[in-house]
């Protein structure tokens, strides 16, 4: 089998799209989330798409398996919560280790199943760890800047139990994305390389970040080369942006991100900006076209969706860029 630098190598690759938007498509109810196993729960859990591993996981494999269909190379954990930092929302700290474990094993058995069916094409699960809902860098406490609500240490904590379900899964590349704030980002960065040197294995790490508006800055403050600079010392397979803007707002964004980067680069845009009722109505078609003006470029060598992308915008951004080499990598001067 191909390893993923091989395939990266060779081709653009092509990453999912939104699991949320596809979960939505189900509808399902407070009683869909809790399943047998926590039918008397004491607390309301609908909204938290990471237990539907454990108590739908046939949904979760079905929406898995129509990425894998429409294209994918590569398709993403259903984890962007599962740390014990984010399930204390819904009092479910424990259940941490559980929830990464499951979802990765659903995803390597539709990874294995299509690998299996097409060797020269192999797919990857790639381990999804999210930014945490609480930031290190932001107080929560307009009134006291200086305030954390969470320290490096127990950030860095939640993140190497979540990554030790990831790895026990099957995962075969961890996914540090959604980045808005780069101190929690570097605190998954040493727990997933502490990790690494203390059961002698090594994965291929992507790291994503967010541009939040125009200023071409993340939500923490940082420029992009200023974010860049900060997580290059993980030595990631790739690095490049998702959510929050649309190809067309991330293009000036993803053109100098490629310019400085010595990886291969990533991009996943939401399927345009959101409208009056927070929903996406950019056309799967309309996404490619940007995607693939981007490919033509040379900005990139992974793509994919994020917010609002569907089966149907991967199957035309797959279409649209399968003829397109792939960004080279530049040499990088040793000083």
Do not use: W
């Not at 990874?111 to 699960?125: L, S």
């Not at 760890?129 to 006291?144: A, H």
């Amino acid at each position: 089998m191909k390893t993923l630098q091989q395939c990266a190598a060779e081709r653009i690759l092509i990453i999912d799209g939104a699991m949320g938007t596809m979960i939505q498509r189900y509808k399902l109810e407070e009683a869909d989330y809790r399943g047998e196993r926590f039918k008397d729960y004491h607390a309301d859990v609908k909204g938290n798409n990471d237990l539907l591993c454990i108590t739908q996981p046939q949904i979760i494999e079905a929406i898995h398996r129509e990425y894998l269909e429409a294209g994918a190379d590569i398709i993403e954990t259903n984890t962007f919560s599962s740390t014990t930092i984010a399930q204390a929302d819904y009092d479910m700290q424990s259940l941490a280790y559980e929830l990464n474990l499951e979802a990765a094993r659903i995803a390597r058995r539709a990874t294995d199943d299509y690998t299996a069916r097409n060797p020269e094409k192999p797919r990857f699960v790639a381990g999804a760890i999210g930014p945490m809902n609480k930031p290190l860098s932001l107080s929560p406490d307009v009134n006291n800047p200086g305030y954390r609500s969470v320290t490096f240490d127990e950030v860095a904590d939640a993140y190497y139990e979540q990554i030790s379900g990831l790895v026990d899964g099957g995962a075969h590349i961890l996914l540090i994305e959604t980045i808005f704030d780069t101190l929690n980002s570097k605190a998954a960065i040493y727990a997933a390389k502490k990790y690494f040197r203390e059961h002698n294995i090594e994965l291929p790490i992507m790291i994503s970040g967010t541009i939040t508006d125009a200023s071409g800055r993340t939500l923490s403050g940082q420029t992009l080369e200023a974010f860049y600079i900060s997580v290059m010392h993980a030595h990631p397979f790739s690095i490049g942006l998702n959510c929050a803007l649309g190809g067309e707002q991330m293009r000036p964004h993803i053109s100098e991100l490629s310019q400085i980067a010595s990886c291969f680069t990533s991009c996943y845009p939401n399927a345009g900006l959101p409208n009056a009722f927070g929903e996406y109505d950019e056309e799967p078609e309309d996404t490619a076209c940007i995607i693939e003006d981007f490919a033509r470029e040379g900005y990139v060598n992974i793509v994919g969706g994020c917010c609002g992308t569907t089966p149907d915008h991967i199957r035309h951004i797959a279409q649209h860029v399968k003829t397109i080499s792939p960004r080279p990598l530049p040499v990088v001067e040793k000083v």
